[in-house]
């Protein structure tokens, strides 16, 4: 039962530390050129980028967002136990944000495989970090 509960507590430290990686490296994103910000929504294939104050503020401040959300995953990885209530929210909170990024990318409307790759995602690794974090037993010190 130990090596269960071991092999999953590592599984949800990996998830963790994925997660911090990928959305830390958002931090990038903050300080690239809009040219260059423009080029790569192009690519994606969502239209001309709207090139406006209050998008090169939006984009920006997102990105730093999603940088700071990976620095908090990266902390709480550090101890699982001892931040399991922390992560049993933000595994709650996480799925909650997926539905909500859903009906988002619905609404906007962004490309099917976009709703697709975001919002179900999210919700998924949400639920899977709240069970991860639920089933872990307390730290006692």
Same mark, same amino acid.
């Given at each position: 039962?130990?090596?269960?509960?071991?092999?999953?507590?590592?599984?949800?430290?990996?998830?963790?530390?994925?997660?911090?990686?990928?959305?830390?490296?958002?931090?990038?994103?903050?300080?690239?050129?809009?040219?260059?910000?423009? *080029?790569? &929504?192009?690519?994606?294939? +969502?239209?001309?980028?709207?090139?406006?104050?209050?998008?090169? &503020?939006?984009?920006? *401040?997102? *990105?730093?967002? &999603?940088?700071?959300?990976?620095?908090?995953?990266?902390?709480? *990885?550090?101890?699982?136990?001892?931040?399991?209530?922390?992560? +049993?929210?933000?595994?709650?909170?996480?799925?909650?944000?997926?539905?909500?990024?859903?009906?988002?990318?619905?609404?906007?409307?962004?490309?099917?495989?976009?709703?697709?790759?975001?919002?179900? %995602?999210?919700?998924? +690794?949400?639920?899977?970090?709240?069970?991860?974090?639920?089933?872990?037993?307390?730290? %006692?010190?």
């Amino acid at each position: 039962m130990s090596h269960q509960r071991d092999g999953r507590e590592r599984f949800l430290v990996l998830l963790l530390r994925v997660g911090a990686v990928l959305t830390g490296s958002a931090i990038f994103a903050v300080f690239l050129p809009e040219a260059t910000m423009a *080029s790569i &929504y192009a690519r994606l294939g +969502i239209g001309e980028f709207p090139s406006s104050p209050l998008t090169n &503020y939006l984009t920006r *401040s997102l *990105s730093a967002m &999603y940088a700071f959300h990976g620095g908090l995953l990266f902390v709480l *990885s550090t101890d699982v136990r001892r931040f399991r209530k922390a992560l +049993i929210f933000v595994g709650w909170a996480t799925a909650a944000l997926g539905v909500a990024l859903t009906a988002i990318d619905l609404q906007a409307p962004m490309p099917t495989w976009w709703v697709l790759a975001e919002g179900p %995602c999210v919700v998924g +690794i949400g639920l899977v970090v709240a069970r991860l974090a639920r089933d872990l037993s307390p730290d %006692c010190g």
